[in-house]
């Protein structure tokens, strides 16, 4: 029994330590997005948070494509021109879009999860 109970713990810890990495393979820092916004011309932004927040203090970023997380899985068909590119997904701090990644990434596209979100996006030093 004792031994069960070993191997079992052994599985989850593995199971924690994939989950982890796997979860920084979809994830970038604010920092990683500027440098991309400025090397990769296909990059996609998809902002998902609500349209009035886009007008809201944490303003936006030129040319994000606006889509709601609470709408994405019924909109998807509107970002299947960009199947193939590199999407950033943000939100205000990083909640809503680390849940419109993982809808993405199952959907078959290659998306990011702005860590932070507007709030540390806004913290960049502007050029």
Do not use: H, W
């Not at 593995?14 to 970038?28: H, K, P, R, T, V």
């Not at 203090?57 to 509107?78: D, T």
């Not at 199952?106 to 030093?125: D, H, Q, R």
């Amino acid at each position: 029994m004792k031994n069960l109970l070993k191997i079992f713990s052994m599985i989850m810890f593995f199971n924690l330590i994939s989950c982890a990495q796997q979860s920084d393979e979809f994830n970038m820092t604010v920092v990683e997005l500027d440098n991309k916004m400025k090397t990769d011309s296909t990059l996609v932004i998809l902002d998902v948070r609500t349209a009035p927040e886009l007008t809201g203090p944490l303003g936006r970023i030129e040319g994000v494509i606006n889509i709601p997380v609470q709408e994405l899985q019924q909109r998807l068909s509107e970002l299947e021109n960009y199947k193939t590119n590199n999407i950033a997904v943000i939100c205000r701090s990083g909640n809503r879009s680390r849940t419109a990644t993982s809808i993405l990434n199952s959907a078959g596209y290659n998306a990011k999860n702005v860590i932070g979100g507007m709030k540390e996006y806004n913290k960049l030093p502007k050029n």
